[in-house]
């Protein structure tokens, strides 16, 4: 059973940044990603990780975020989510994902807030 711990949220002004941090009590050689969810939203992806260690992001995040992990080869353990230019549309939820031997797994989740 792989437990995935996220850190980093917080209450930001518009414009800020934030980073926020995945870690998986197992290595994943799978993918591993952050989601997000706005109050009376549908979940949505905001931007993943492959194993192959090549990133894709939503629209509405490309240019502002960045995924990233420590690992040289495909099996991490830790994804971080560098958030910069951050609007108040931001705001949600944000949980850490992986697919590990066929079994999806999730983090409790991590509020951030963007608001003056």
């Known amino acids: 059973q792989v437990q995935l711990v996220e850190s980093g949220g917080g209450l930001v002004q518009p414009g800020e940044s934030l980073r926020l941090s995945c870690t998986a009590s197992e290595k994943i050689p799978g993918i591993m990603a952050w989601y997000r969810q706005a109050p009376g939203q549908q979940r949505e992806l905001a931007a993943l990780?492959?194993?192959?260690?090549?990133?894709?992001?939503?629209d509405s995040v490309k240019g502002r975020f960045t995924i990233s992990t420590t690992s040289r080869d495909n099996v991490k353990n830790t994804i971080d989510l560098q958030m910069n230019s951050l609007k108040p549309e931001d705001t949600a939820v944000y949980s850490c994902?992986?697919?590990?031997?066929?079994?999806?797994?999730w983090g409790q989740g991590t509020q951030v807030t963007v608001s003056s």
């Open positions: 990780i492959l194993d192959n260690l090549s990133t894709k992001y939503a």
């Open positions: 994902y992986a697919e590990h031997f066929g079994r999806e797994y």
